[in-house]
Nanobody
Framework: QVQLVESGGGLVQAGGSLRLSCAAS????????MGWFRQAPGKEREFVAV????????YYADSVKGRFTISRDIAKNTVYLQMNSLKPEDTAVYFC???????????????????WGQGTQVTVSS
């Protein structure tokens, strides 16, 4: 099983940017698609973005499309989420997750992911 540790969260003003990182260890990084989810207070965890095992295929939630970019550095066993033009509604705890397979599809849910990080808080002030 892969272990995941997120970092890079914080407080930012609306319109600003943050880059989240997720370092993976404990298993072959390239065996998994990697995803980002988020959970705001009182809401269910929601899909944000996913990237396949090669980094060549990505999908995004409509709410972040055009503002967020997911990428992975295979040499560093790390996946990133670059977040630009942040909005107050992006405020949430962001979780990194390793998929059950190498492949990414547009309709992925939390049930498609088997390992999770502890989460990192992102707060966007208006």
């Amino acid at each position: 099983q892969v272990q995941l540790v997120e970092s890079g969260g914080g407080l930012v003003q609306a319109g600003g940017s943050l880059r989240l990182s997720c370092a993976a260890s404990g298993h072959t990084f390239m065996s998994y698609a990697m995803g980002w989810f988020r959970q705001a207070p009182g809401k269910e965890r929601e899909f944000v973005a996913v990237i396949n095992w090669t980094g060549g295929v990505t999908y995004y939630a409509d709410s972040v499309k055009g503002r967020f970019t997911i990428s992975r550095d295979i040499a560093k066993n790390t996946v990133y989420l670059q977040m630009n033009s942040l909005k107050p509604e992006d405020t949430a705890v962001y979780f990194c997750a390793a998929g059950s397979t190498r492949y990414a599809i547009p309709t992925m849910t939390s049930r498609d992911f088997g390992s999770w990080g502890q989460g990192t808080q992102v707060t966007v002030s208006s």
